[in-house]
């Protein structure tokens, strides 16, 4: 593997996403693949919600979720290591950004983690159900 790893995480739950990081760049290491590190905020300009935010919500948002990004990837993978992870902060619906950035990106495989699954062990999370079922990569899901 030449390409990229792409490795999605919720930074709202770094306790549960390092064990998806450090699989990550474990697979990314034994490829020799870069690490690409996303996560996605939600777009809340498009609805009525949207309405009750101001102008700069977003972009105050996606700051701070690149900072929370950085603080994880630093935390979990040292700062030797952080140095060559590319982090990108996306803002949409989180399956959709991530199949359009492991596309965009040239990713070779998607490292996303299995949260709040419904009746325990039986069903993934609906983003990892999502992008395991239209990724046109592989798909490595973390159970935590």
Known sequence: MSGSVLCAVDVSLPAVDTVVLQKAAKLAA????????????????????????????????????????NTLCTDVLGREANAKVRHLVAVGTAYEEILKTSVAAGSELIVIGAHKPDFKDYLLGPNAARVARHATVSVHIVRS
């Open 30 to 69: 034994m490829e020799g693949a870069t690490l690409d590190v996303i996560t996605v905020i939600p777009d809340f300009g498009m609805s009525v919600v949207g309405s009750f935010f101001d102008k700069t919500h977003t972009d105050q948002a996606m700051e701070e979720a690149k900072a929370a990004l």
